[in-house]
């Protein structure tokens, strides 16, 4: 059984940094990709960055483009989003998932596995 558990989310000021964490278990990753997505309140979840597992092709929304960083450290299971200038228009609850096809997608519908999310709160 898959388990994505996400942390690193906050309350912070406009303009800070914060680093998210997701922590796969139950299978073994290698041809999986990851992905990470946000939801606004009242809105549906949008797509924010992914990756394969090998760390190769990371894809971006365009609205999160030089200021979000996906990344992954196969030694510990864990899959990365450091986001930096945060804007009180960033804040959502972030969500880690996870597909069992290499390839990578930005459906929601896309994604087999998903975590309970991290709220990210950004005051101005």
């Known amino acids: 059984q898959v388990q994505l558990v996400e942390s690193g989310g906050g309350l912070v000021q406009a303009g800070d940094s914060l680093r998210l964490s997701c922590a796969a278990s139950g299978r073994a990753f290698r041809y999986y990709t990851m992905g990470w997505f946000r939801q606004f309140p009242g809105k549906e979840r949008e797509f924010v960055a992914a990756i394969r597992w090998s760390g190769d092709s990371p894809h971006y929304a365009d609205s999160v483009k030089g200021r979000f960083t996906i990344s992954r450290d196969t030694a510990k299971n864990t899959v990365y989003l450091s986001v930096n200038t945060l804007k009180p228009e960033d804040t959502a609850v972030y969500y880690c998932?996870?597909?069992?096809?290499?390839?990578?997608?930005?459906?929601?519908?896309?994604?087999?596995?998903w975590g309970r999310g991290t709220q990210v709160t950004v005051s101005s």
């Open positions: 998932a996870a597909r069992s096809t290499y390839a990578i997608a930005v459906a929601s519908t896309d994604y087999d596995y």
